[in-house]
């Protein structure tokens, strides 16, 4: 059975587990997907747009203002001209712009624009994780519609062992072709 190609737009937040997206990029290429980045300002401080720029062959988009070749729309063209919007990694500070609606930058902009399927991986300290107000937030977008791919247990960056570790890169491909 083949497998239908997708746009895909990837949005990418300040989470150090923003190096893994490289390889969520390269497995989603091998099967054929588009990918087009997005990234938030604090993800630049992990990561470079140029790298993302290099794995996609695509633009990487990183501002809402001041980006005369998508005249002005970026905003509202990359959202709605994907299949699926998927955050990885996804913040606990993205999550909570999410489950308020905020459109204070290209990322959110295209959240509350888009009519594609959002998926959403967080990656987070586990005392983040498991903190009532972060655990409201994502209940409530899973409410209107988001789909979570469920971080693990795991040894986190900050050195202890607990949930908030991005989910294994098989896991978001699998909500990726499911979605
Ligand atoms: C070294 C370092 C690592 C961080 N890792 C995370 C993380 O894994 N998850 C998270 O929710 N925030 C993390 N943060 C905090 C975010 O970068 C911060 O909340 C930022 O405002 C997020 O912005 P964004 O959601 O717009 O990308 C980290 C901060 C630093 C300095």
């Given at each position: 059975m083949s497998i239908q190609k997708k746009k895909i737009l990837l949005g990418v937040t300040?989470?150090?587990?923003?190096?893994k997206v490289g390889d969520v990029i390269r497995r989603l290429r091998d099967k054929g997907h588009e990918v087009t980045v997005v990234m938030t300002k604090e993800a630049q401080e992990f990561i470079t747009p140029l790298t993302f720029a290099g794995l996609t062959a695509n633009k990487v988009y990183t501002q809402?203002?001041?980006?005369?070749d998508s005249g002005a729309m970026a905003h509202i063209k990359l959202g709605t001209e994907s299949d699926i919007f998927l955050i990885?990694?996804?913040t606990a500070n993205i999550i909570a712009k999410l489950a308020h609606g905020l459109a204070d930058d290209l990322l959110t902009c295209i959240a509350i624009t888009t009519k594609a399927k959002i998926l959403v991986a967080p990656a987070m300290n586990v005392e983040m994780y498991e903190n009532k107000i972060v655990q409201e937030n994502c209940k409530k977008l899973a409410s209107h519609g988001f789909k979570f791919i469920e971080p693990a247990h795991g040894k986190l960056a900050c050195g202890v062992t607990g949930m908030?570790?991005?989910?294994?890169v098989d896991e978001i491909i699998k909500a990726v072709e499911m979605g």
């Amino acid at each position: 059975m083949s497998i239908q190609k997708k746009k895909i737009l990837l949005g990418v937040t300040g989470s150090i587990a923003a190096y893994k997206v490289g390889d969520v990029i390269r497995r989603l290429r091998d099967k054929g997907h588009e990918v087009t980045v997005v990234m938030t300002k604090e993800a630049q401080e992990f990561i470079t747009p140029l790298t993302f720029a290099g794995l996609t062959a695509n633009k990487v988009y990183t501002q809402i203002f001041q980006d005369p070749d998508s005249g002005a729309m970026a905003h509202i063209k990359l959202g709605t001209e994907s299949d699926i919007f998927l955050i990885v990694p996804a913040t606990a500070n993205i999550i909570a712009k999410l489950a308020h609606g905020l459109a204070d930058d290209l990322l959110t902009c295209i959240a509350i624009t888009t009519k594609a399927k959002i998926l959403v991986a967080p990656a987070m300290n586990v005392e983040m994780y498991e903190n009532k107000i972060v655990q409201e937030n994502c209940k409530k977008l899973a409410s209107h519609g988001f789909k979570f791919i469920e971080p693990a247990h795991g040894k986190l960056a900050c050195g202890v062992t607990g949930m908030g570790h991005l989910a294994e890169v098989d896991e978001i491909i699998k909500a990726v072709e499911m979605g």
